[in-house]
């Protein structure tokens, strides 16, 4: 702490504590909520949201400042590096990164993403197809004509300006835009627990709106909606949302506009296919660059056979031109249908109309307007803009008067007021003479001294008298429209009109409804094809048209088949795990491979350690499909057993249709219990449970509960300690055995005769005092002859 001197009472000098350098103990929490709502505030009203009034972020704001103020850098003039624009706009007002303020420049250049680009970008500015804009130092920028709708009414002293970050220069708080640029352009921005999702939309449009809105005031937003369609996206799109649905979004300032992209048949027909098809425009933010790579892989991975290939022949020329070639060109439809559920072709953009509007004291709070709000508020600043312009025409015609004046009383005695300047003793002596002897002050004298002996002649005489009565006309007429507000607004309106005749173009985002929304059938886009899916131990699967030996089958090293389930393309697999889930993969999604395969774990989120022990065919040829349920629960049943002895059944029902990554849950496991046996049970009575203590069990399944969800069971054999179940057969006819594997590597069977029915529960047979059992034998896998079905 930093102490000074003071005397005593006795003269000596004592240090006491500087009042000015005291420490300060303060609630560590309060603090925290203090500097962190500063720093929320600071990234709402200083970065993250843009103006109602202009629509601009900060940053764009100061971007386009510098180039007009303090590069005139306007559309008639050479570009200038982008690196000595960001520069500027860093040095003098955003004291932020380089490649932050060079972003913000990059958008505002690009064509696909502002409806009306207002910088004229030359060099790589970034592409559709996703590629970033070159470097600061190879790029050059200037103006567009429309950007200078939005600043040149700077000079009239239109808006309020502000010191910049340093105190050395002065910047405009918002520019008086001609046009709502936040609603022609739209926004993107992530503040701290709000952010803003605007589109562009079209210019005439929304001129014609605020027209409407400037000759109704109470207009509505249904009223609006008559000249502002929806969105205009740069590079077109469909937007199938219905116009109840639009209103909603334009009425509240937030919702959903599902878009899509538009295509024709192919006019060129380039030679390569006849079916082709062109994708002439995309939803907006849509790179091609992905989106191709999308396309070409449902391509090449056949899971659209009717989609040959994807050819992106776009240009500059051409436009936007993505072929597609078909096997038929009546596969159009179902393509386009497919690859709009698939792809990036049809996106939701999520409407939030969050910006920063005025309050009656100026100062920025943030809202969520809705159409009429948002034409309101730039009406608003319009009208006072255009008022505090004609006030400054209206002071500089005014001053200029005032000398002109001081001239005409000087004209009418001009002889005398010549003498005395001749008789005066210099410049000051001359303008007191002039000021005692003729009703005129101190402005008027000095311009009177300075004037050209010239313009004493009687030509320029009466030129100065002409210029008199002009600005005394022009003065008035400007006093009389300050005078009416109706008049004002008549300005407004016609300015607006002006500016829509000029900028205005044709829409390029057409209008439809969700009618054109077919719903996706993902079987009307799978040729039926008969197949077989192979199941390792490892948990691999794969595809494979015929198999004429299991032994003969391609799999990893160390590695076995563990089921080979036939089904047809249109059907599903189920597998399940030992965990006690099940996850339910369309056959026509599992790989088509003569290799190894894939390994599951890449189609669903397995659990760390769980193994697939059975998997099950939805085709009702193997399968047999559900019959009326007595309850809720139809058949078939699944029979379920865990290692630690415990026995349910469920219906297989519930498993028919695909699930998520996640899968479902088919049963609710104790700690440290696993799943052992899965089967569908068809005509069987009885099951076998065979433990790894050489312990067997015989029960009828009427025993197990049918159980209406997953759920942990009954107990199906008591178990000794260290004792667990290795497996379980399902029994149809006397003759059916259960076969193990002994500790000692022998194969045994056990037969219904010897080991008759006991109730569930007990602690079945001990079949051996020396050796325990090591595993159950899978009955033999039985490949299906495709010929005798086909």
């Given at each position: 702490?930093?102490?000074?001197?003071?005397?005593?009472?006795?003269?000596?000098?004592?240090?006491?504590?500087?009042?000015?350098?005291?420490?300060?103990?303060?609630?560590?929490?309060?603090?925290?909520?203090?500097?962190?709502?500063?720093?929320?505030?600071?990234?709402?009203?200083?970065?993250?949201?843009?103006?109602?009034?202009?629509?601009?972020?900060?940053?764009?704001?100061?971007?386009?400042?510098?180039?007009?103020?303090?590069?005139?850098?306007?559309?008639?003039?050479?570009?200038?590096?982008?690196?000595?624009?960001?520069?500027?706009?860093?040095?003098?007002?955003?004291?932020?990164?380089?490649?932050?303020?060079?972003?913000?420049?990059?958008?505002?250049?690009?064509?696909?993403?502002?409806?009306?680009?207002?910088?004229?970008?030359?060099?790589?500015?970034?592409?559709?197809?996703?590629?970033?804009?070159?470097?600061?130092?190879?790029?050059?920028?200037?103006?567009?004509?429309?950007?200078?709708?939005?600043?040149?009414?700077?000079?009239?002293?239109?808006?309020?300006?502000?010191?910049?970050?340093?105190?050395?220069?002065?910047?405009?708080?918002?520019?008086?835009?001609?046009?709502?640029?936040?609603?022609?352009?739209?926004?993107?921005?992530?503040?701290?627990?709000?952010?803003?999702?605007?589109?562009?939309?079209?210019?005439?449009?929304?001129?014609?709106?605020?027209?409407?809105?400037?000759?109704?005031?109470?207009?509505?937003?249904?009223?609006?909606?008559?000249?502002?369609?929806?969105?205009?996206?740069?590079?077109?799109?469909?937007?199938?949302?219905?116009?109840?649905?639009?209103?909603?979004?334009?009425?509240?300032?937030?919702?959903?506009?599902?878009?899509?992209?538009?295509?024709?048949?192919?006019?060129?027909?380039?030679?390569?296919?006849?079916?082709?098809?062109?994708?002439?425009?995309?939803?907006?933010?849509?790179?091609?660059?992905?989106?191709?790579?999308?396309?070409?892989?449902?391509?090449?991975?056949?899971?659209?056979?009717?989609?040959?290939?994807?050819?992106?022949?776009?240009?500059?020329?051409?436009?936007?031109?993505?072929?597609?070639?078909?096997?038929?060109?009546?596969?159009?439809?179902?393509?386009?249908?497919?690859?709009?559920?698939?792809?990036s072709l049809e996106q939701n953009f999520n409407f939030n109309a969050t910006c920063l509007v005025p309050d009656e004291h100026e100062n920025l709070k943030p809202a969520q307007v809705n159409l009429q709000e948002l034409l309101s508020h730039f009406?608003?600043?319009?009208?006072?803009?255009?008022?505090?312009?004609?006030?400054?025409?209206?002071?500089?015609?005014?001053?200029?008067?005032?000398?002109?004046?001081?001239?005409?009383?000087?004209?009418?005695?001009?002889?005398?007021?010549?003498?005395?300047?001749?008789?005066?003793?210099?410049?000051?002596?001359?303008?007191?003479?002039?000021?005692?002897?003729?009703?005129?002050?101190?402005?008027?004298?000095?311009?009177?001294?300075?004037?050209?002996?010239?313009?004493?002649?009687?030509?320029?005489?009466?030129?100065?008298?002409?210029?008199?009565?002009?600005?005394?006309?022009?003065?008035?007429?400007?006093?009389?429209?300050?005078?009416?507000?109706?008049?004002?607004?008549?300005?407004?309106?016609?300015?607006?009109?002006?500016?829509?005749?000029?900028?205005?173009?044709?829409?390029?985002?057409?209008?439809?409804?969700?009618?054109?929304?077919?719903?996706?059938?993902?079987?009307?886009?799978?040729?039926?094809?008969?197949?077989?899916?192979?199941?390792?131990?490892?948990?691999?699967?794969?595809?494979?048209?015929?198999?004429?030996?299991?032994?003969?089958?391609?799999?990893?090293?160390?590695?076995?088949?563990?089921?080979?389930?036939?089904?047809?393309?249109?059907?599903?697999?189920?597998?399940?795990?030992?965990?006690?889930?099940?996850?339910?993969?369309?056959?026509?999604?599992?790989?088509?491979?003569?290799?190894?395969?894939?390994?599951?774990?890449?189609?669903?989120?397995?659990?760390?350690?769980?193994?697939?022990?059975?998997?099950?065919?939805?085709?009702?040829?193997?399968?047999?499909?559900?019959?009326?349920?007595?309850?809720?629960?139809?058949?078939?049943?699944?029979?379920?057993?865990?290692?630690?002895?415990?026995?349910?059944?469920?219906?297989?029902?519930?498993?028919?249709?695909?699930?998520?990554?996640?899968?479902?849950?088919?049963?609710?496991?104790?700690?440290?219990?696993?799943?052992?046996?899965?089967?569908?049970?068809?005509?069987?009575?009885?099951?076998?449970?065979?433990?790894?203590?050489?312990?067997?069990?015989?029960?009828?399944?009427?025993?197990?509960?049918?159980?209406?969800?997953?759920?942990?069971?009954?107990?199906?054999?008591?178990?000794?300690?260290?004792?667990?179940?290795?497996?379980?057969?399902?029994?149809?006819?006397?003759?059916?055995?259960?076969?193990?594997?002994?500790?000692?590597?022998?194969?045994?069977a056990f037969g219904q005769a010897k080991y008759g029915v006991t109730s569930r529960a007990g602690k079945g047979v001990k079949t051996s005092q020396r050796t325990g059992f090591k595993e159950i034998v899978r009955p033999d896998i039985q490949l299906?002859?495709?010929?005798?079905?086909?």
């Amino acid at each position: 702490m930093a102490r000074k001197k003071s005397k005593k009472s006795n003269g000596e000098a004592a240090l006491i504590p500087d009042e000015t350098d005291r420490i300060q103990y303060v609630s560590l929490t309060d603090e925290t909520r203090r500097r962190y709502l500063n720093y929320a505030f600071s990234v709402i009203q200083s970065r993250a949201l843009p103006d109602v009034r202009d629509g601009l972020k900060p940053v764009q704001r100061r971007i386009m400042y510098v180039m007009y103020n303090d590069l005139g850098l306007t559309s008639n003039v050479k570009a200038r590096k982008c690196a000595k624009i960001t520069g500027d706009t860093i040095g003098n007002y955003h004291p932020h990164g380089d490649m932050a303020v060079y972003d913000a420049l990059v958008r505002l250049a690009q064509d696909f993403t502002l409806r009306e680009p207002l910088v004229d970008g030359q060099g790589n500015f970034g592409s559709i197809i996703g590629l970033p804009a070159a470097s600061a130092r190879y790029t050059e920028a200037r103006l567009t004509a429309i950007a200078a709708e939005l600043m040149s009414e700077l000079k009239f002293d239109t808006v309020d300006m502000r010191d910049n970050y340093e105190g050395t220069r002065k910047e405009p708080v918002v520019l008086p835009s001609r046009f709502p640029n936040l609603l022609v352009n739209g926004t993107q921005g992530i503040a701290v627990g709000m952010a803003t999702n605007i589109p562009p939309h079209n210019l005439g449009e929304v001129v014609k709106a605020c027209l409407h809105l400037i000759d109704n005031p109470e207009a509505t937003v249904a009223q609006l909606m008559k000249y502002v369609k929806g969105p205009d996206f740069p590079l077109g799109g469909r937007i199938v949302t219905d116009r109840r649905e639009l209103r909603t979004v334009y009425e509240t300032g937030r919702g959903s506009i599902k878009v899509r992209a538009e295509w024709e048949p192919d006019k060129l027909q380039t030679g390569r296919v006849k079916n082709n098809i062109v994708i002439t425009s995309i939803p907006y933010g849509v790179e091609t660059g992905p989106l191709m790579v999308d396309l070409g892989t449902v391509a090449e991975t056949k899971k659209l056979p009717q989609l040959l290939s994807a050819i992106d022949e776009s240009s500059e020329e051409l436009g936007m031109r993505i072929v597609l070639e078909l096997k038929s060109a009546d596969d159009a439809e179902t393509v386009m249908a497919y690859l709009y559920k698939h792809t990036s072709l049809e996106q939701n953009f999520n409407f939030n109309a969050t910006c920063l509007v005025p309050d009656e004291h100026e100062n920025l709070k943030p809202a969520q307007v809705n159409l009429q709000e948002l034409l309101s508020h730039f009406l608003k600043f319009r009208l006072k803009t255009i008022t505090r312009r004609l006030e400054y025409l209206l002071a500089q015609l005014l001053k200029r008067i005032h000398i002109l004046e001081g001239f005409e009383i000087i004209f009418n005695g001009l002889d005398k007021a010549l003498k005395i300047i001749r008789s005066s003793q210099g410049k000051a002596d001359a303008a007191k003479r002039l000021m005692d002897v003729f009703p005129i002050d101190a402005i008027q004298v000095d311009a009177i001294l300075d004037m050209a002996l010239y313009r004493i002649s009687e030509l320029e005489i009466d030129r100065i008298m002409e210029e008199l009565k002009e600005k005394r006309a022009e003065a008035k007429r400007i006093q009389a429209l300050l005078a009416s507000e109706k008049k004002l607004w008549g300005i407004v309106s016609d300015e607006l009109r002006e500016l829509g005749d000029k900028y205005g173009n044709k829409r390029r985002t057409a209008i439809g409804s969700s009618e054109e929304i077919s719903e996706f059938d993902p079987q009307a886009y799978i040729v039926k094809e008969n197949t077989n899916v192979v199941i390792t131990k490892d948990g691999w699967i794969k595809r494979v048209g015929r198999i004429q030996s299991i032994e003969k089958m391609r799999i990893r090293e160390g590695d076995e088949v563990l089921n080979v389930l036939p089904a047809s393309t249109l059907d599903a697999i189920v597998f399940f795990s030992d965990d006690g889930a099940a996850y339910t993969l369309p056959v026509d999604q599992i790989p088509a491979s003569t290799g190894y395969g894939e390994p599951l774990g890449k189609y669903v989120k397995m659990s760390d350690g769980a193994k697939i022990i059975a998997g099950m065919t939805t085709d009702s040829r193997f399968t047999p499909a559900d019959n009326p349920p007595e309850g809720d629960s139809p058949e078939p049943y699944l029979l379920i057993a865990t290692a630690r002895g415990q026995v349910m059944s469920i219906s297989f029902s519930s498993f028919r249709l695909a699930s998520t990554k996640l899968g479902r849950k088919f049963c609710r496991l104790a700690k440290e219990d696993r799943v052992i046996f899965v089967d569908l049970i068809t005509d069987q009575q009885t099951m076998f449970l065979a433990t790894s203590g050489a312990r067997v069990i015989h029960f009828e399944l009427t025993e197990v509960p049918l159980l209406a969800g997953p759920g942990r069971g009954v107990r199906g054999i008591k178990l000794e300690k260290d004792d667990e179940v290795i497996g379980a057969i399902l029994l149809a006819r006397p003759g059916d055995t259960l076969h193990v594997i002994n500790d000692n590597g022998n194969k045994l069977a056990f037969g219904q005769a010897k080991y008759g029915v006991t109730s569930r529960a007990g602690k079945g047979v001990k079949t051996s005092q020396r050796t325990g059992f090591k595993e159950i034998v899978r009955p033999d896998i039985q490949l299906v002859d495709w010929s005798e079905l086909e």
